[in-house]
């Protein structure tokens, strides 16, 4: 499984970016997706996490009530609708995805940042 981020970018605190994570090769494979983010020397985090059929999610706390994961299995894409975006949002983002083997799956990641 391949997996490529978009959606990236600088913006302006509270507006909105939306990710997207595009999955490609044995997307039958393919079982919980979720979000990570990690700054410059700290550890990566988990931002958000979506089932393989959409119908359960988590997030951390810090982005609770303002980012939404989604995914569209028939396009292979799973998405992060992040609004009232603060400054401390600022990081790399990265798509991770889970295959039935038990292999997990990382894209190249997409910078967010987020100006005060």
């Known amino acids: 499984v391949q997996l490529v981020e978009s959606g990236g970018g600088l913006v302006q605190a509270g507006g909105s970016l939306r990710l997207s994570c595009a999955a490609s090769?044995?997307?039958?494979?393919?079982?919980?997706m979720g979000w990570y983010r990690q700054a410059p020397g700290k550890q990566r985090e988990v931002v958000a996490g979506?089932?393989?059929?959409?119908?359960?999610?988590h997030y951390v706390d810090s982005v609770k009530g303002r980012f939404t994961v989604s995914r569209d299995n028939a396009k292979n894409t799973m998405y992060l609708q992040m609004n009232s975006l603060k400054p401390e949002d600022t990081d790399v983002y990265y798509c991770n995805a889970r295959e039935s083997g038990g292999a997990s799956c990382w894209g190249q990641g997409t910078q967010v940042t987020v100006s005060s």
């Open positions: 090769g044995s997307t039958f494979s393919i079982n919980a």
């Open positions: 979506i089932t393989s059929g959409g119908g359960s999610t």
